[in-house]
């Protein structure tokens, strides 16, 4: 079974429908991050927590909400969707104390956005 | 903060070919460096790691890595390349201390051709 789960794999919308990306991990991690990934562009910071109590906005923020539900989950949300949010979208999870913050990718979810 | 440089954006060799993939990095104290790849339609998957000691590093599938501080690099090579080797390959940056402990910084990745 992957570590790092994310739903869905694909998922295609309409400009300003709201859309929910989930996130979920069996490694034991602390840390979550959310990335996405355009063409060119390399993987840009959206989000990233270091417990279920901490959130903190990367680089591409605006646009973007995030829930920590449990230590395990990790959900991205788009409030009203556009059509530059298409990307490919990852989660990642690290943990500093045994890897020194490698991260561990998702497999992603392809969004499309009409 | 960190920054991260991948000049080379495509990248062509031969099957059987050496290959080095450039990176260069910022950051005024000790890096934590990666190396990932990523296969057509994947995620993202370690190929190696440096955070301290021996500055040429093994990795996975036969690639190795060298740090070298003063240039500020931590290219990525392999002797001889193979068609499955094919992907796109992305070095990252974290850091050891300070506010942005805990986030790694992406070059924007090179791609990988090979020729068979």
């Known amino acids: 079974d992957a570590d790092v789960t994310q739903t869905p794999r694909n998922r295609i919308t309409k400009t300003g429908k709201r859309i929910m990306l989930e996130c979920s991990q069996t490694?034991?991690?602390?840390?979550m991050y959310w990335y996405r990934q355009d063409p060119g562009l390399g993987l840009r910071l959206i989000y990233y927590?270091?417990?279920?109590?901490?959130?903190n906005k990367g680089e591409i923020s605006d646009g973007y909400s995030v829930s920590r539900q449990a230590q395990a989950k990790f959900s991205l949300s788009l409030e009203s969707a556009i059509p530059n949010q298409t990307a490919l979208y990852f989660c990642?999870?690290?943990?500093?104390?045994?890897?020194?913050?490698?991260?561990?990718f998702g497999p992603g979810t392809r969004l499309t956005v009409l | 903060a960190q920054s991260v440089t991948q000049p080379d954006i495509h990248i062509t060799v031969s099957e059987g070919a050496s290959l080095e993939l450039r990176c260069n990095y910022s950051?005024?104290?000790?890096?934590?460096l990666f190396w990932y790849v990523q296969s057509p339609g994947q995620g993202l998957q370690l190929l190696l790691k440096?955070?301290?000691?021996?500055?040429l590093v093994q990795g996975i599938k036969g690639f190795e890595a060298e740090f070298k501080r003063s240039q500020s690099s931590f290219n990525l090579r392999k002797p001889s390349v193979h068609w499955s080797d094919a992907a796109e390959y992305f070095c990252?940056?974290?850091?050891?201390?300070?506010?942005?402990?805990?986030?790694?910084?992406f070059g924007r990745g090179t791609q990988l051709t090979v020729w068979p």
């Open positions: 990642a999870t690290s943990d500093f104390v045994s890897s020194r913050d490698e991260q561990f």
């Open positions: 990252a940056v974290g850091a050891d201390r300070g506010s942005t402990l805990g986030r790694l910084y």
């Open positions: 950051y005024g104290a000790t890096p934590y």
């Open positions: 490694k034991g991690h602390d840390r």
């Open positions: 440096y955070f301290s000691g021996d500055t």
């Open positions: 927590s270091f417990d279920v109590k901490d959130i």
